[in-house]
């Protein structure tokens, strides 16, 4: 197991799902936490975890990444305000939209979808770049999903979106490929987590592979010894 102590690993979607599994396991490698989600409350569950887990206190930041998009801007130079550096991305927060035909999408289901998947991820290469080059390895790891090559009736919002994002990913991992930064997407393929109950409703998620299942693949393309970038990374792969 990678030893991560002395690193700082900012996590968003964390209060729950994938994100929440990612930060307990960047915790139990010693990594410092800050934790971005909507909720309080599910942030603080996410700390209790970590605490749980013998980890260090994460650092909580409550915000909504299309309401209050433009603080977003402010998530880099905060995190190294203090803690003096930011060596880990991992954006894991996702929104599926509703899951409709194309000519039915509301401008407010598509501009939250929009937000999320993509805007966000723009925000966050803007404000994380400069610490993530000032890092001895930076890292960044993209939650993606099979949709992209798979398009599916209903899922255009969330396929088109995840899509550009790994565009724009795959474009950054390029631009930086003679840092020490290393860019990468990850698709964990089925997960059961509440997006995959909202999507699948009905579906029995006993078979299903759970968030702490897929966390430490996502954590491993975090480690300094990680020499892949601007790859997609597939769950068992």
């Not at 407010?108 to 001895?136: F, H, M, Q, S, Y």
Request: charge should be neutral; aromatic fraction near 4%.
């Amino acid at each position: 197991m990678t030893d991560l102590t002395g690193t700082v690993a900012l996590i968003t979607g964390a209060s729950r799902g994938i994100g929440a599994a990612v930060a307990v396991e960047f915790a139990r490698r010693g990594a410092q936490c800050v934790l971005v989600a909507r909720t309080q409350g599910g942030l603080e569950e996410t700390d209790d975890a970590i605490r749980a887990a013998g980890g260090k206190p994460a650092s909580l930041l409550p915000l909504d990444l299309v309401k209050q998009a433009d603080k977003i801007d402010m998530i880099g130079p905060s995190v190294v305000e203090r803690f003096g550096r930011l060596d880990i991305l991992v954006h894991n927060a996702g929104a599926l939209g509703t899951l409709t035909p194309v000519a039915h999408i509301t401008p407010k289901d598509w501009a939250d979808t929009v937000g999320v998947n993509l805007t966000a991820t723009w925000r966050l290469i803007r404000t994380c770049e400069p610490p993530l080059r000032a890092a001895p390895a930076g890292r960044a790891v993209f939650v993606t999903t099979g949709r992209v090559a798979r398009p599916k009736a209903y899922w255009g919002a969330y396929g088109a979106t995840k899509a550009g994002m790994e565009h724009l990913v795959l474009t950054w991992a390029q631009e930086v490929a003679g840092t020490a930064i290393r860019a990468n997407l990850f698709d964990p393929g089925i997960v059961a987590t509440q997006m995959r109950a909202t999507a699948m409703p009905g579906e029995d998620p006993s078979g299903l592979q759970k968030p702490a299942d897929v966390a430490p693949e996502i954590v491993a393309l975090c480690g300094p010894d990680e020499v892949r970038n601007g790859a997609v990374v597939r769950a068992g792969g």
